[in-house]
Structure formats: structure tokens, C-alpha cells
T-cell receptor, first 112, second 111 residues
């Protein structure tokens, strides 16, 4: 059963703590993306990776970090430097040479 | 001008009628356009992609593209209550191939 999984679905953290969000895909897609969605806002690109061991900053990368050690996995770390981390985080992937992005179910992060 | 603009809605449409969702974009050389449906609390789901001027039909959905007017629309025929969702328009920006999402239009189908 092919798809994109994100875990956990809900995550609660105290301010000042780093937290890592998981994203795994078995679609054999080369490209993977992390977005953030806030109420009333569009999707904003945090980081993206088009190939293993390479990634680029998106529009709002400050306070976030990623790694791409395996094709299937693209974890996102929300660091304590991120000023407003509470949001809905979405991971997506796209096939080689394709621009249609397919989304995972998302992780809702709440930091208090 | 925003890169991708959509009316936030809500757009209320009676069940069985045609729902028409509109989107304008600023990059006149964009070539790839997408419509996503997002139910409340869920992630976006790709409905349609369109690359050429004209209409593209898939079941009850029709995407329409007019590059000269920088306008893309989504028509939903025979609207059902299950179509009630937020619809996101997305455009591939030509200069860096990034996908830019609009903020979405909330659609409410009235039973």
C-alpha cells in the first residue's frame, strides 16, 4: 500500500524543546517537501529535497532543520529558535520530473 | 499582487448545482496548475492538474485554464455535501519550479 506517512498525528511540546517530525514515503519519489499551514494562511514551504543527501531552504526555513539520508525519509526538526512553532505541518513528495505533489496526513504541533 | 489569488469564501452552492471556483496568478509564464481539496483538519488531496489552455474533465470535475488571462478555474458538477471543503489552487512558478499555493476557497454545499 503506497503512500506517505507522518508521525505522530498530534504532538505537544514545551517551549524551548526541539522536536522532530517524521515523514516516510514508499512511492519511490525523489522529491520531498515540508510545508507549514496556519489558520487562514496558505501553505508555506519550509525545506525541500530533490535528491538524497541534498536539500534546500524554502521560504520560511529559519528555526527548522532537515536531513535526507534515505530516499524514503525526510525528517523535520523544529528547533527552539522557531518563534511560532505551533502549526499544522505537512510533508509532500513528487515523482522524478513531475510537479504533482502528494501529501501525507500531517502532524499538528502545539508548543506551550 | 499576490502570486496566487483565490476568493476565501465561503461559497455556498445548493446540492446538485455547479460550483465554480476561481484562481488568478501573477507569473504569466507559468505552465503547470493544480487543484487540491482539503477537508477540515485533513491534508490536501490532489484533484486535478492542467497544463494546456482549455478544459480538462475528470468525472464531475472540470479544470479550465486561460493563460492569456492568467486564470484557472475548477467546476464541480452535481455538487454533493461531501464536496464541502477548502479548495486550494497551486501554480508552478517558472523561475524556480516551486509550487505556490493560494490560501484556498471554502466551499459549502447546501443540502
Amino acid at each position: 500500500d503506497g503512500g506517505i506517512t507522518q508521525s505522530p498525528k498530534y504532538l505537544f511540546r514545551k517551549e524551548g524543546q526541539n522536536v522532530t517530525l517524521s515523514c516516510e514515503q514508499n512511492l519511490n519519489h525523489d522529491a520531498m517537501y515540508w510545508y507549514r499551514q496556519d489558520p487562514g494562511q496558505g501553505l508555506r514551504l519550509i525545506y525541500y529535497s530533490q535528491i538524497v543527501n541534498d536539500f534546500q531552504k524554502g521560504d520560511i526555513a529559519e528555526g527548522y532543520s532537515v536531513s535526507r539520508e534515505k530516499k524514503e525519509s525526510f525528517p523535520l526538526t523544529v528547533t527552539s529558535a522557531q518563534k511560532n512553532p505551533t502549526a499544522f505541518y505537512l510533508c509532500a513528495s513528487a515523482g522524478t520530473g513531475r510537479y504533482e505533489q502528494y501529501f501525507g496526513p500531517g502532524t499538528r504541533l502545539t508548543v506551550t | 499582487q499576490k502570486e496566487v489569488e483565490q476568493n476565501s469564501g465561503p461559497l455556498s452552492v445548493p446540492e446538485g448545482a455547479i460550483a465554480s471556483l476561481n484562481c488568478t496568478y501573477s507569473d504569466r509564464v507559468s505552465q503547470s496548475f493544480f487543484w487540491y481539496r482539503q477537508y477540515s483538519g485533513k491534508s490536501p488531496e490532489l484533484i486535478m492538474s492542467i497544463y494546456s489552455n482549455g478544459d480538462k474533465e475528470d468525472g464531475r470535475f472540470t479544470a479550465q485554464l486561460n493563460k492569456a488571462s492568467q486564470y484557472v478555474s475548477l467546476l464541480i458538477r452535481d455538487s454533493q455535501p461531501s464536496d464541502s471543503a477548502t479548495y486550494l489552487c497551486a501554480v508552478k512558478r517558472n523561475r524556480d519550479d516551486k509550487i505556490i499555493f493560494g490560501k484556498g476557497t471554502r466551499l459549502h454545499i447546501l443540502p
